[in-house]
């Protein structure tokens, strides 16, 4: 007598197991996809660039030798050149950083 209630009640609840590996499986792949880049720096410029600013925008740690400043400016200004379509300002920051980097300029040389 009790063998098939408990054999209903198995079902039952491997149904509603089921069921809810089911929701959570759709809800799983229905989520947004994450990046899979480092997130960008959040804020705009200061006023007067610093050496940490200078690395973050060319992607560099802030002691590195001079090519590795030099062939980080050109990977980032080939992607941001004004004649490829790229801002004159972000160039003209592009080209700021890497002259504080290379120590040619305190900071305050941006034309905008």
Known sequence: MA?????????????????????????????PPRPKIKKFYDGGFQPTMTKRE???????????????????HRKV?????PDAGGSHFLASKINEAKDVMLGKTKGSGSVF
């Open 3 to 31: 063998t098939p209630f408990l054999t209903g009640l198995a079902v039952a609840a491997t149904a509603l197991a089921g069921r809810y590996g089911i929701q959570a499986w759709q809800a799983f792949k229905a989520r």
């Open 77 to 81: 200004m080939v992607a941001n050149h």
């Open 54 to 72: 200078a690395a973050l925008i060319l992607g560099i740690r802030e002691n590195v030798p001079p090519e590795k400043v030099k062939e980080a």
